[in-house]
């Protein structure tokens, strides 16, 4: 007999054969069940292709862009450099021509004269010879040669200091990106690492200059940035190569500004300690 026997005579005959611990059991088989694997989010799906008129050649060709509305930021860093799940934004931030060569990042794209059109057309066009590249998204490789046309272009038609110095900027984040991917991979090439960390440092040294030199001379917004967004990145990149008086006068600037959050006051702050360790320390 049950321990539920009798039930019956209360008109509960039903529930005579009812286990005691039943619903305990469903519980724990609920906890210990594995929970359901989140799918692995793939690049391919988090870009688009989007229709691009040449500033130079006025045609009209699709460019692949990410879709910032569904890429999650996973955080930035020191020098604001976004990471993204999945996707590395920066591979994708370059427009260029596949019929003249024109590339420009994608905010100053449309941005050219007459006059910058025509030495692009003499200097660039008529003896340029782009790689073919069919896959379904950019490689590091195919990104790093659309940066070059960025650069290239850039010098030929004479762009602002901004301009070629945000271009070095990005490309040393593609390098750092690069350098990551490789680092993921049990065999990865150590050679080929330290060669891209080699030459993120230059583009980052010529970002510097560029963007030191932008600051005093051109009017903001810069390149999208606000006068407290380029003096810390520029305090950033002075810590970088040990130019502590540069930084601590930017950081200080970014810390006392009215116009400047929350987060970007204690990211300065701890930038300026950072200065003082490693000034205690030399």
Known sequence: MGIF??????????LEGMDLFEEEKKEEAKEAAPAAVRPKIQEKDLIYDRSFTCPVC???????IMKSSKARLLGTDQDLRAKYEGIDAVKYEVAMCPF?????????????TSTQAKMIREKISQTVTLT????????YEQAMERYKMALV?????????????????????????????????EDYDEKLVEKLEKQEEEFLSNAYKGLSEAR?????PICGMTPVTMDYL??????????????????GAVITSRDASVRIKDRARDMKDQVMRELKAK
């Open 58 to 64: 006025d045609s009209t060709f699709n460019a692949k």
């Open 153 to 185: 272009n850039a010098l030929v038609k004479r762009a602002k200091t901004s301009e070629k110095a945000y271009i070095c900027l990005k490309n040393a984040w593609l390098l750092r990106g690069y350098a990551e991917s490789l680092r993921e991979k």
């Open 132 to 139: 073919t590249w069919n896959e379904e998204t950019y490689s």
């Open 234 to 251: 520029v305090a950033v990149l002075a810590l970088r190569f040990k130019d502590y008086g540069v930084a601590t006068r930017l950081l």
């Open 216 to 220: 005093q001379a051109e009017l903001f």
């Open 5 to 14: 026997s009798g039930l019956k005579k209360l008109g509960l005959g039903n």
């Open 100 to 112: 003249c060569g024109y590339a420009a990042l994608i905010r100053f794209f449309a941005n050219v």
